[in-house]
């Protein structure tokens, strides 16, 4: 059963500094891994999606990185800004045992920026 | 309207009401998904809608009922709730349900509604 780690729960960082958010998966059996953000009591808006045979995608002042091997992904985020501060949800892509997608999501790191 | 809406947007239930929960995507998408947000814990899959047949529950209880008029739609009828149920349900859609078409499949969102259980 694939199961999906981030590290920490919580983080709080000045403005301006860069920040590295962790996530970690049991099974590398995976077809991608989509890196969301969520705002209190929204819906999650997309970041970034690595596919399985990809190292790294950047957008702006986010890149992450994906080692499948070793179950583990990064998010960079550079020169962070008070409009950063949600929480930060990683997801793996692969399949349920009846051939449909699933996305296993982590519990979350919740970013605070502050001012 | 684009992307993926739900509404209500928020939701407060007794035990023994009768409510429903309405998703409609406008991507033309085959595939439709709802999750379940607790408190503390990682958004959970509940049911999966292909081409409006339930292709998958998650060992979801029966006072949850799923609906698929048709591609765009996806309802999810609550009956006899319990306080536990009180969480965020997401829904999502996708161009099909598996990789048959390859490509990243992408999930998009709705903003959710927040179903508060007294």
């Known amino acids: 059963k694939q199961e999906v780690t981030q590290i920490p729960a919580a983080l709080s960082v000045p403005e301006g500094e860069n920040l590295v958010l962790n996530c970690s998966f049991t099974?590398?059996?995976?077809?991608?891994l989509q890196w969301f953000r969520q705002d209190p009591g929204k819906g999650l808006t997309s970041l970034l999606l690595?596919?399985?045979?990809?190292r790294e995608q950047t957008s702006g002042r986010l890149n992450a990185s994906l080692d499948k091997s070793s179950g583990r992904s990064t998010l960079y985020i550079a020169a962070s800004q008070p409009g950063d501060s949600a929480t930060y949800l990683c997801?793996?892509?692969?399949?349920?045992?009846?051939?449909?997608?699933?996305?296993?999501f982590g519990t979350g790191t919740r970013l605070t920026i502050i001012p | 309207e684009t992307g993926v809406t739900q509404t209500p947007r928020h939701l407060v239930m007794g035990m023994t009401n009768k409510k429903s929960l309405k998703c409609e995507q406008h991507?033309?998408?085959?595939?439709m998904y709802w999750y379940k947000q607790s408190a503390k814990k990682p958004l959970e899959l509940m049911f999966v809608?292909?081409?409006?047949?339930?292709?998958e529950n998650n060992s979801v209880p029966s006072r949850f009922s799923p609906e698929c008029p048709n591609s765009s739609h996806l309802f999810l009828h609550l009956h006899t709730l319990q306080p536990e149920d009180s969480a965020l349900y997401l829904c999502?859609?996708?161009?099909?349900?598996?990789?048959?078409?390859?490509?990243?499949?992408?999930?998009?969102f709705g903003p959710g509604t927040r179903l508060t259980v007294l």
């Open positions: 999502a859609s996708s161009q099909d349900r598996g990789r048959a078409a390859g490509g990243p499949n992408e999930q998009f």
């Open positions: 099974d590398s059996a995976i077809y991608n």
């Open positions: 690595i596919q399985s045979s990809q």
């Open positions: 997801a793996v892509r692969g399949l349920t045992n009846f051939g449909n997608e699933k996305l296993t």
């Open positions: 991507l033309g998408h085959n595939a």
């Open positions: 809608y292909s081409l409006e047949e339930r292709v």
